[in-house]
């Protein structure tokens, strides 16, 4: 078995927290770091996080997830964002790349106008739509690199998402998607895991018949 499979393995959902456990800002920005390599779509990188350690914002927090404990528990709230309005800052992540050479003009061009005529093409609901797809790539791949240096995670959909926005002044076209505790688990209390269904439960090979 490979490292990465018993890591897969050993990343499961944490409910409860060890209390007296703090993170650093610059572990997390390292985890975060690794985390910008996530996939998205035209690499636009949709998702934004922001990092709460603060103990008066992560009780407000917790009042905005209707009184999940485990927000307050954590070393750190999370709160994955994804923005509506990637598709405009093409040219912030391919002007770069036409400055190093990595994209000639007509390529520069052709990219911007795809990105352009993609969105325009299918409006709003579409930009709602590929913020949340392409931020919940990057909530997994964090989540994984957080296990990976021995911290839990829980992803959660459970907040009032208004609220999680006036909490952190949050611009209106970052649109919360997930929050994420993590800190270092509590096993004493640990439930066993979930049932997993085998492949052929889930997954068809070709058609459906």
Request: hydrophobic share 40%.
């Amino acid at each position: 078995m490979s490292n990465f499979d018993e890591l897969v393995k050993l990343r499961r959902s944490a409910m409860k927290f060890q209390t007296d456990v703090e993170i650093s800002q610059q572990e997390l920005a390292e985890m975060f770091r690794m985390t910008s390599f996530a996939p998205s779509c035209y690499n636009l990188q949709h998702t934004h996080y922001a990092a709460v350690t603060d103990p008066e914002l992560k009780l407000q927090l917790k009042e905005a997830a209707f009184g999940q404990h485990k927000v307050v528990m954590s070393s750190a709230a999370i709160i994955v964002l994804g923005d509506v309005e990637a598709h405009k800052k093409g040219d912030e992540i391919y002007g770069g790349m036409l400055n190093l050479g990595m994209f000639s003009q007509l390529d520069y061009d052709l990219m911007l106008k795809m990105v352009e005529d993609l969105y325009e093409s299918r409006g709003s609901a579409f930009a709602h739509e590929e913020a949340v797809r392409n931020a919940s790539l990057s909530a997994m791949l964090f989540m994984l690199i957080a296990k990976d240096r021995g911290w839990d995670t829980c992803p959660m959909i459970g907040f009032d998402p208004a609220k999680v926005k006036e909490i952190l002044n949050i611009p209106d076209h970052l649109v919360p998607v997930l929050m994420i505790t993590l800190g270092k688990e509590d096993t004493s209390k640990q439930r066993p895991r979930g049932y997993r269904k085998p492949v052929n439960e889930f997954v068809t090979f070709g058609k459906f018949s």
